[in-house]
């Protein structure tokens, strides 16, 4: 029996965009690893077949989809094996905040740009000394009559160069409680004062243009706070479930495939006569992944399924961040492995692949922070 109930609708859907990401997507994969950077038009053409933000409902230009559609898009962009065009992270971990918390005005002025990849999104939390420890933020919003003013610098935003639209956090100086003092901000990357500065040269992740933002004296209208003053935590951790839980579909997914890569290579490759497969090394290799990425599979099929149900499921994303993530490091090394030199040359997918899932076990939260929830909730 499947976990999770997809309907036809949901493989003629996933069939329409494997075979779109095949076209328009992974033949440029190498010319945007190698740019450092997604064109503009990538993220249109996924806006233009539908394929962005596909929560939003049809009010604000959306098709309204259920979180499924949410987990192809995720499941189906890791086969591209790149991370410049992150859409798991500007449909379903930052438009959300825009679609829960800002005001209609702003959800009509937005939300359509969203869904269309006219507006590309970047959420930014983390500070050069602030990461983990996000209440030590020191990003200031200081209230000016009808205006807030924003002074601070943001760090390791993705999307930074690209972004139109940033979700920022920053705080009130004037209030000591750390927990009541963040706020949640909309900013327009056009507006004075905000600017971005440098993209990060990064060990893997090499198309995605993770970068530094910075804010002097930058003016927004005060109604670009999302939601009620100093409810800037409480909306980060209600939203850090879904994208804690984007996090674990794509490193499974990424297993998946580099399982399948691998498995592929290893019927392929011959050495002393037989194919690599057929050692029984390479089997009990094979063999003890694949029960890895079972494992991790329906664990998070089983918390789609709850999350869709508006089930608080804490503790169990926590530990399927931190577990599905080291799990599919894991695989990824012995993965390599099984490739030999190959697996270590740039023209092998999974040489890639291997590289870029390290970062999995530092954002969206540390592996340790999961742990350190996990605990907490657990009441230890
Ligand atoms: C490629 C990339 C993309 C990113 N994208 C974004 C983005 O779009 N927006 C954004 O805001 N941020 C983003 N980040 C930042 C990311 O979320 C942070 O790097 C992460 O939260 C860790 O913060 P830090 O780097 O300051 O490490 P630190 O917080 O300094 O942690 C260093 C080490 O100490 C450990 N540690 C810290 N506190 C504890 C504790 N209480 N108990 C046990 N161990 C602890 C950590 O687990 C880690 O191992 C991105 C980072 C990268 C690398």
Request: contains cysteine.
């Amino acid at each position: 029996m499947e976990i999770l109930n997809y309907t036809e609708e949901h493989r003629i859907f996933r069939d329409s965009l494997r075979r779109f990401l095949e076209k328009e997507i992974t033949p440029h994969v190498e010319e945007w690893e190698e740019a450092g950077i997604v064109p503009r038009e990538a993220w249109k053409k996924m806006g233009e077949q539908g394929y962005l933000a596909m929560g939003v409902p049809e009010e604000y230009g959306g098709p309204g989809a259920d979180f499924l559609y949410s987990v192809i898009v995720t499941e189906e962009m890791t086969r591209t094996n790149h991370s410049g065009l992150a859409a798991a992270l500007h449909s379903d971990i930052i438009v959300p905040y825009i679609q829960s918390f800002a005001t209609e005005g702003q959800k009509h002025k937005y939300l359509p740009g969203c869904v269309s990849g006219d507006i590309i999104t970047a959420v930014a939390m983390t500070e050069p000394n602030a990461g983990s420890d996000l209440a030590g933020m020191k990003t200031t919003a200081v209230e000016r009559g009808d205006e807030i003013v924003l002074n601070g610098q943001k760090t390791f935003i993705s999307n930074a160069i690209n972004a139109d639209l940033v979700v920022l956090a920053a705080r009130d100086p004037h209030t000591e409680d750390p927990h009541r003092a963040v706020d949640l901000f909309l900013v327009e990357a056009e507006t004075p004062g905000f600017e971005k500065g440098k993209q990060l040269k990064k060990v893997g992740w090499h198309s995605q243009d993770t970068g530094e933002l910075f804010f002097n004296d930058c003016r927004i209208p005060k109604e670009n706070r999302l939601g009620e003053k100093g409810s800037g935590f409480l909306k980060l951790m209600l939203k850090l479930q879904q994208e804690r839980l984007v996090c674990a579909i794509g490193a499974v997914a990424g297993a998946e495939y580099m399982l399948e890569l691998t498995i592929k290579y290893c019927k392929e490759r011959t050495a002393f006569g037989k194919p690599l497969s057929k050692f029984q090394n390479t089997q009990f290799e094979i063999v003890e992944m694949a029960t890895e990425v079972r494992l991790g599979r329906t664990f998070i099929d089983k918390l789609v399924a709850d999350h869709m149900e508006g089930r608080e499921i804490v503790v169990d994303v926590s530990m399927a961040k931190y577990w599905t993530t080291e799990m599919a490091s894991r695989v990824a090394d012995r993965c390599v492995q099984l490739f030999g030199g190959y697996g270590y040359c740039e023209e092998y997918p999974i040489a890639r692949a291997w590289r870029d899932i390290r970062v999995t076990r530092i954002f969206a939260g540390t592996n340790e922070i999961m742990k350190v929830i996990a605990a907490r909730f657990m009441g230890l």
